[in-house]
């Protein structure tokens, strides 16, 4: 039993220590966004990088989430008669929750990993160190690009994936009835306003900043040993995923307070 | 390294105890929305509030003004719902305003609705209680629309019934009004009082001249006085022919113009043609009687009394 | 004799583990200082408090006169600029070039130089490692000591004034493991560099140093030259060069 209290508050000790570690990677991160130089070679580097390397993973993903949601929604709607809402339903559950968070998960597994598991080995043939030794700022040079080049990436793989995935659900939709693609789309945009679009992409930028994040954190306190490069890619997987949520909770939260007022 | 430790664990647990109660408070504000606003109380009781729950919205002539803070049992049939009203619109909310639950739409939640009251009553206090009102639930809605239905449809039935008889000349107005069989048998009735005439003349005749018992015995100014008495009963029947056509006319008119129940309840295009039928068809019977009357007058009751009555017999 | 790193009563712990207890060191200018210990005794932790990528505890550190553990950021990059580092592994940017992995160190300090001054800083400092024809491999490309001399070569670009080895030999073959050796003497005779070289190589002592100091619980408590050391009454000493 003293056992079970000592674990639980050690576990207690270390979350909190974690975040608070977080944080303050965080505020030293963002503090280099504007500290010159500003890498912005290495910031487009970064960002094709990540973009091409995520791209098609996104689009393909996103297809099949649109047909696969249409699919699925289709004989409920059905059941009500209200087929013709099925492209409204669809754009608003892409854009506002399915999109943004199918989106920034793909990206937690795929380039916050990336980015855990590349950091983790400079700074375990102490790359990092050396860099830090020669007057450029890992920080600078390494971190606050790769944060950045996700922060603005992860946005535009999010409005592909909503656009691929709205072209998926018009294609199950084609499957049983004949209606024109700008049928379609003027049914889908129609059920959406801009209170839909402007807090999912927000949403999307913040996902984008803690992928880059997390990712950068986990791999820079790396341990020493090559062990530690896999174990801060997995955990950067980990965090990144279950940071994403909790932004989603909040987010979710925040859009419905400012709607009710 | 010691320090910086305590530091960023004093962070950690200070910006997760900031989420957790960003998070908390959330929801709190989610359940009753009405927590920045001053608001106040007002109670009212129902017998069954369908499902009415904490947190659901209070209308005032379509605007939301507040929740419903509570729902209480308070006895075996009687439930106190508390309603949290923006204290901006209490000046509108009046001592004898209604309270009534509703629906969002035909499938959404449910909602409090308080229907607005007289001002002379008076602005509502806090804890007041407004009167609730039975609300109608869209099953007993649909019942009481299929009652009327059907019961315009009984009366649309009806009224066909009754246009069809009347053109096709069943029963006494139909007949009235179809039918030219009066005018044959009032001209057949001008016939035989004419034959009556000639009689009555063959017996003058016979009474001038002096024939029979009966001649003698009967007195001339009796006979004059006798026929004198059937021709005002005569008039009076032409009388009564005239106020006929009047009220005909009327019946008519109020068909044409709408007022009556038939055409209130039933705006029916076939009966509106068949009214009109009728109408036409009232009117030549109109025309028919009027022509008939000055028939009477033109063929005997002239001729009785003038020598034109000789004319026309000798004729 | 002009002191260029002087080191007094530094202390580091790590958790529990004190690493460091009470190092004194002083490096004269021009000199070669060997650091012998054995694994595990936190001989790695010294150079990198004195370019401060660890924080020491307490005690001080001077190099080049300047209170190393009391500067700010940018007065202390002045001084790193002068003190080169060479990591055990060579630390080679993966995904850069030699070529750019050489330009990056210097482009912070030297951004005035136009292309062709990079470029013949770049082949200099590769020609005094012997690797002038690696300018556009990969480090992926490139073998263990290979990378060694290109991260020689990039700390050697900025012509410091004193290098910290740290490891240099580790984990090459004998022959490659001579050839550092020399190229460490070299650059000391070039440059006049002064030098501190951590390692368990006795072969890299024997060639390089002027001075060694052995560390033993987290103090340096044997002082002297090889020749001395080796002929040393303590059987721990001389357990070294067996």
């Not at chain 1, 996902?207 to 950068?216: K, P």
Request: with cysteine; aromatic share 6%; net charge neutral.
């Amino acid at each position: 039993m003293k056992d079970l209290i000592n674990t639980i508050q050690h576990l207690l000790e270390a979350f909190f220590q974690e975040v608070g570690d977080i944080l303050l990677f965080t505020g030293d991160v963002v503090r280099q966004f504007f500290t010159a130089p500003f890498e912005w070679k290495e910031l487009v580097r970064q960002a094709y990088y990540i973009g091409n390397k995520t791209l098609p993973l996104i689009g393909i993903t996103g297809f099949i989430m649109g047909l696969v949601l249409t699919m699925q929604s289709r004989p409920v709607m059905e059941s009500f008669g209200a087929e013709s809402l099925l492209p409204g339903m669809i754009a608003v559950s892409i854009i506002r929750e399915i999109g943004p968070v199918i989106t920034a998960l793909l990206c937690a597994g795929k380039i916050s990993s990336g980015i855990g598991a590349e950091l983790g080995a400079m700074k375990v043939t102490e790359q990092l160190d050396a860099m830090e030794v020669s007057g450029a700022k890992p920080l600078n040079y390494v971190v606050a690009t790769r944060v950045l080049a996700t922060t603005f990436l992860v946005p535009v793989l999010v409005i592909m994936a909503d656009v691929v995935g709205l072209f998926g659900s018009y294609m199950a939709i084609a499957m049983n009835e004949d209606l024109s693609f700008m049928l379609f789309l003027s049914l889908a945009f129609d059920s959406l306003s801009f209170v839909d679009i402007i807090p999912a992409t927000v949403k999307t930028f913040i996902f984008g900043f803690f992928i880059g994040l997390i990712g950068c954190y986990k791999g820079y306190t790396a341990d020493r040993g090559t062990e530690s490069v896999g174990r801060s890619a997995n955990s950067a997987v980990v965090t990144a995923s279950l940071v994403i949520f909790i932004i989603d909770l909040l987010a979710v939260q925040f859009t419905s307070l400012l709607g009710a007022s | 390294m010691g320090k910086s430790k305590s530091r960023s664990f004093k962070l950690g647990l200070f910006v997760s105890a900031g989420v957790l109660l960003f998070m908390l408070a959330v929801y709190y504000l989610g359940s009753k929305q009405n927590l920045f606003s001053s608001s106040f109380t007002v109670q009212s009781r129902f017998y069954d509030v369908k499902g009415l729950v904490e947190g659901n919205k209070v209308r005032y002539s379509g605007i939301d003004v507040g929740t419903v803070s509570s729902v209480k049992l308070i006895a075996d049939s009687t439930i106190m719902v508390e309603l949290s009203i923006d204290e901006r619109v209490r000046e509108f909310i009046r001592k004898d305003s209604k309270v009534e639950i509703g629906r969002e739409g035909l499938m959404g939640s449910k909602l409090v609705f308080i229907h607005p009251g007289t001002a002379v009553a008076g602005s509502i206090g806090d804890n007041g209680e407004l009167e609730s009102v039975k609300s109608v639930d869209i099953e007993e809605m649909l019942r009481e629309a299929q009652k009327i239905i059907d019961d315009g449809r009984a009366v649309s039935k009806n009224l066909l019934a009754m246009s069809r008889k009347i053109n096709e000349g069943e029963g006494d107005l139909a007949r009235l009004i179809n039918d030219n069989t009066i005018t044959t048998t009032l001209s057949q009735t001008g016939d035989e009082l004419l034959g009556i005439a000639q009689n009555a003349r063959e017996i003058t005749e016979k009474v001038n001249k002096g024939e029979g018992d009966l001649g003698r015995l009967l007195n001339d100014t009796t006979i004059t006085f006798q026929m004198n008495r059937s021709l005002s009963q005569l008039e009076e029947v032409g009388a009564n022919a005239d106020t006929f056509t009047q009220e005909m006319a009327k019946f008519g008119k109020a068909l044409n113009n709408g007022q009556g129940l038939l055409n209130r309840l039933v705006y029916d295009s076939v009966m509106a043609v068949h009214v009109d039928t009728t109408i036409v068809k009232v009117g030549e019977g109109v025309d028919d009687v009027v022509e008939t009357a000055e028939a009477i007058r033109e063929s005997w009751l002239l001729n009785l009394f003038s020598g034109r009555k000789k004319k026309k017999v000798e004729k | 004799m002009e002191i260029v790193i002087d080191i007094k009563h530094l202390k580091k712990a790590f958790k529990r583990n004190e690493v460091l207890k009470d190092v004194n060191l002083q490096l004269a200018k021009g000199e070669n200082l060997v650091i012998l210990g054995k694994s595990g005794t936190g001989k790695s932790v010294l150079p990198k408090c004195i370019v401060r990528l660890i924080e020491a505890d307490r005690g001080e550190i001077h190099v080049l006169g300047k209170d190393i553990l009391k500067l700010e950021a940018t007065e202390l990059d002045e001084v790193r600029k002068k003190v080169g580092y060479l990591f055990q592994g060579g630390a080679l940017y993966d995904s850069m070039t030699v070529k750019q992995n050489l330009v990056f160190q210097i482009r912070r300090t030297q951004l005035e130089k136009n292309k062709a001054e990079l470029r013949d800083l770049v082949e200099e400092a590769l020609a005094n490692v012997g690797l002038k024809d690696a300018m556009q491999k990969m480090p992926a490309e490139l073998s263990g000591g290979m990378k060694k001399r290109i991260g020689l070569a990039r700390t050697l670009i900025l012509k410091p004034s004193i290098i910290l080895y740290d490891e240099p030999t580790t984990g090459l073959d004998p022959v490659t493991a001579g050839e550092i050796s020399e190229l460490i003497l070299d650059v000391q005779q070039k440059y006049n560099t002064s030098s501190i070289i951590i390692t368990h190589d006795m072969k890299c002592a024997r060639m390089t140093s002027n001075s060694i100091r052995i560390m033993k619980n987290g103090k340096f408590e044997v002082v002297g030259s090889y020749d001395e050391l080796r002929h040393s009454d303590d059987p721990e000493v001389r357990a070294y060069f067996s």
